[in-house]
């Protein structure tokens, strides 16, 4: 029986198997134990080796089942480890424990991708600054928004924040409530006389009404301090070719340069003769669109929304699967509605509304203004809205879940990051 057994004294805990049971995987350390003479303690008849004995009831037990099975509750990354060192390859692992083998590495690849985005925010540094230098101060406090540790600083900087997010607030609802009738007034004749010159413009709604002066007035009180602080920004920014390549910051800057354009030639309307001069006015006008992108700006120290951004990067493989099957079953679907509303009088005419309106159908919106007529129609019809919610929401859960996970590792980086600094 003796020379049938082996003593293993591991970490101080001793295993005893079967010499046979080491023998289960050829090539690795344990079948070739007897080889190991300098592991071998001849007074107390046993090898030993100097590591984790929890670890190694798994190995041991491996070398009994011949499949590997990982202990649920350890790292995969130590036990791969592990696994090394005894000489064990990981196609040995059972199918059941690959997530526990492998999502070590996905966690720690996923960290490594939030701590370089969370430091990413502070590119716009250069190399040797100044700490103390005024204009860097207030960098700091208008762009990263930070006070250093002095607690005023703090409650001016909160005070800071919400007063620059009001108004930009103010600012868009100005815009909006200008669209409401309630707040339009009539232009002046001389304006409304330019305007008649390019009738094709006239008889749209456009141009037959002006915000009311109150308004413009708000809104320029707005715009005034926001383009005060771009300025000001610019002017204090150590590293000026980071400000300038921040493509948010550039399309803000260049929505507020078209808002003061607009702004004069909206007041010199009707000095404006020239062809040209009008649709210069009409392009700044759209430009103005630009401006939103400020709104974005008060979300940028949001970590949520850097981690909607992570998502999307990190999900780039659901997002095609996403679009391969949209597409797909956009001209399966508009092909098969085409040809099923053929003979009947219907507003589906071509394959390309056919299309539109499976797209519509698959993403639920369903607006209701094609519509089919034909049995068959109403048939194929059902069968897109059923695959629209089908291959919908596969895709989009597999990014949820990346997006909850990314937020839970957000929480303990962010902790992490706060003891290392
Ligand atoms: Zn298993």
Same mark, same amino acid.
């Given at each position: 029986?003796?020379?049938?057994?082996v003593?293993?004294?591991?970490?101080?805990?001793?295993?005893?198997?079967?010499?046979?049971?080491?023998?289960?995987f050829?090539?690795?350390?344990?079948?070739?134990?007897?080889?190991?003479?300098?592991?071998?303690?001849?007074?107390?008849?046993?090898y030993?080796?100097?590591?984790?004995?929890?670890?190694?009831?798994?190995?041991?037990d491996?070398?009994?089942?011949?499949?590997?099975?990982?202990?649920?509750?350890?790292?995969?990354?130590?036990?791969?480890?592990?696994?090394?060192?005894?000489?064990?390859?990981?196609?040995q692992?059972a199918?059941?424990?690959?997530?526990?083998?492998?999502?070590?590495?996905?966690?720690?690849?996923?960290?490594?991708?939030?701590?370089?985005?969370?430091?990413k925010?502070k590119?716009?540094?250069?190399?040797?600054?100044?700490?103390?230098?005024?204009?860097?101060r207030?960098? *700091?406090?208008?762009?990263?928004?930070?006070?250093?540790?002095?607690?005023?600083?703090?409650?001016?900087?909160q005070?800071?924040?919400?007063?620059?997010?009001?108004?930009?607030?103010?600012s868009?609802?100005?815009?909006?409530?200008?669209?409401?009738?309630?707040? *339009?007034?009539?232009?002046?004749?001389?304006? *409304?006389a330019?305007?008649?010159?390019?009738?094709?413009?006239?008889?749209?709604?456009?141009?037959?009404?002006?915000?009311?002066?109150?308004?413009?007035?708000?809104?320029?009180?707005?715009?005034?301090?926001?383009?005060?602080?771009?300025?000001?920004?610019?002017?204090?920014?150590?590293?000026?070719?980071?400000?300038?390549?921040?493509?948010?910051?550039?399309?803000?800057?260049?929505?507020?340069?078209?808002?003061w354009?607009?702004?004069?030639?909206?007041?010199?309307?009707?000095?404006?003769?020239?062809?040209?001069?009008?649709?210069?006015?009409?392009?700044?006008?759209?430009?103005?669109?630009?401006?939103?992108?400020?709104?974005?700006?008060?979300?940028?120290h949001?970590?949520?929304?850097?981690?909607?951004g992570?998502?999307?990067?990190?999900?780039?493989?659901?997002?095609?699967?996403?679009?391969?099957?949209?597409?797909?079953?956009?001209?399966?679907?508009?092909?098969?509605?085409?040809?099923?509303?053929?003979?009947? *009088?219907t507003?589906?005419?071509?394959v390309?509304?056919?299309?539109?309106?499976?797209?519509?159908?698959?993403?639920?919106?369903?607006?209701?203004?094609?519509?089919p007529?034909?049995?068959?129609?109403?048939?194929?019809?059902?069968?897109?809205a059923?695959?629209?919610?089908?291959?919908?929401?596969?895709?989009i859960g597999?990014?949820?879940?990346?997006?909850?996970?990314?937020?839970n590792?957000?929480?303990y980086?962010?902790?992490?990051?706060?003891?290392?600094?």
């Amino acid at each position: 029986m003796d020379d049938k057994c082996v003593c293993l004294n591991i970490g101080g805990t001793v295993f005893m198997c079967f010499r046979k049971t080491l023998k289960t995987f050829p090539e690795s350390k344990l079948a070739q134990v007897e080889q190991l003479a300098h592991c071998y303690n001849h007074e107390r008849r046993e090898y030993f080796f100097d590591r984790n004995p929890h670890l190694f009831q798994f190995i041991l037990d491996a070398c009994r089942r011949g499949v590997i099975h990982l202990p649920k509750d350890i790292c995969g990354i130590v036990f791969r480890e592990e696994m090394e060192y005894w000489g064990l390859a990981e196609r040995q692992v059972a199918p059941c424990c690959w997530e526990a083998l492998y999502r070590g590495e996905s966690e720690l690849k996923t960290m490594q991708m939030l701590v370089h985005s969370l430091r990413k925010g502070k590119k716009t540094r250069s190399g040797v600054i100044d700490k103390s230098d005024i204009k860097y101060r207030v960098w *700091q406090f208008l762009d990263e928004q930070k006070s250093g540790n002095i607690k005023t600083g703090r409650v001016v900087l909160q005070i800071w924040c919400v007063f620059i997010s009001m108004v930009i607030l103010g600012s868009t609802l100005m815009q909006a409530l200008a669209t409401l009738p309630a707040f *339009q007034v009539t232009p002046s004749l001389a304006e *409304q006389a330019t305007l008649r010159k390019y009738s094709e413009w006239y008889n749209t709604t456009f141009g037959r009404t002006k915000p009311h002066p109150y308004i413009i007035f708000g809104d320029l009180c707005c715009h005034s301090i926001l383009t005060m602080e771009t300025l000001v920004a610019f002017v204090v920014c150590p590293n000026k070719q980071a400000f300038l390549t921040s493509s948010v910051r550039i399309i803000v800057f260049a929505g507020y340069i078209s808002y003061w354009i607009d702004l004069i030639m909206e007041m010199n309307l009707e000095k404006m003769t020239t062809v040209h001069a009008l649709r210069a006015y009409i392009v700044f006008k759209y430009l103005n669109v630009l401006m939103l992108g400020r709104l974005f700006y008060i979300t940028r120290h949001l970590p949520a929304f850097k981690i909607m951004g992570l998502t999307f990067r990190s999900s780039k493989q659901e997002l095609k699967i996403l679009g391969f099957m949209l597409g797909i079953l956009v001209c399966v679907f508009g092909f098969a509605m085409f040809i099923s509303e053929l003979l009947h *009088q219907t507003n589906i005419n071509n394959v390309f509304v056919g299309m539109y309106w499976a797209l519509v159908t698959l993403t639920t919106v369903g607006y209701g203004r094609y519509v089919p007529y034909s049995v068959l129609g109403h048939i194929i019809a059902a069968a897109c809205a059923l695959c629209g919610v089908l291959v919908l929401a596969l895709p989009i859960g597999v990014i949820a879940s990346t997006f909850y996970t990314f937020y839970n590792y957000h929480k303990y980086a962010a902790k992490h990051l706060q003891l290392t600094n």
